[in-house]
C-alpha cells in the first residue's frame, strides 16, 4: 500500500468507528460534465482530460441526513503545488457550491495513526465468525464497543486487556461464543 493510501485507509478506519455515520463511499465519482464546467468556468485543464472522472475519496452520509466531502492527502506540502491546489478547488467547488455538501481536506500528517491502527486490528473481529478463542473474544468485544477501551492514546495491550476483561468474556467453545449457540 503506497503511504498515500495508508492515509486513506487511516481515515477509513476512523470514519468507520464513528457511530454516527450511515454510510462511507469511496472514491466516490464526480459528475463529469459538471466537473468539466467547472473546469471551463476557472479555464483550468480538467484533470485527466475532459473525458476521466475526478473522485472524491470519501463521501459520508450521517445518521442525521446530513452529508460531507473528505479529500485525503498525506501532507500539507502538497499544497504547494499549484496544479494540486488548483485539482482540490475543483473538488471544492463541487461539493460546496453545486452540491451544497461540506468539503474538507483531511491530511495523514494530522491524522491519530495510533487510533487508526487499534480501529483495523479490533475491526477484523467485527463479526462474531471470527472468534475463535478468548483473544479474539476480546477484540470482537472492543471492535463492537461491547468493551470501552481507550483507542487513541496508545497501542492496545492485548494480553493485559485479556487479563482486565477475562471474566468479563463470554466462554469461547469449539470457535464459537457459548453465548451464541443454540440448542435443538
Known sequence: MSFSHRGEAYFWHILRW???ILDIREQYPLDLELTN???????????????????TDFYVIYKD?????????????LLKKRRTKEKLDIERCYWEK????????VFKEDMNVVFAEN?????????????FDEMSMLKHLIATKRIQVDMESEPLDFPYLLEQYREALPEVKGGVPVCQTHST
Not at 467547472?38 to 482530460?49: A, F
Not at 453545486?98 to 481536506?105: G, K, L, Q, S
Not at 486490528?121 to 471470527?130: D, Q
Request: glycine residues 6%; charged residues 30%; contains cysteine.
Open 65 to 77: 441526513g446530513s452529508e460531507k466531502a473528505f479529500s485525503v492527502k498525506t501532507s500539507r506540502n
Open 119 to 131: 480501529i483495523r486490528i479490533v475491526s477484523k473481529f467485527y463479526n462474531a465468525s471470527s472468534v
Open 37 to 55: 464546467e467547472i473546469c471551463d468556468d476557472r479555464c483550468c485543464k480538467h484533470p485527466g482530460g475532459r473525458n476521466c472522472y475526478m473522485t
Open 98 to 105: 453545486f452540491r451544497h455538501v461540506p468539503y474538507e481536506i
Open 18 to 20: 464513528d457511530d454516527n
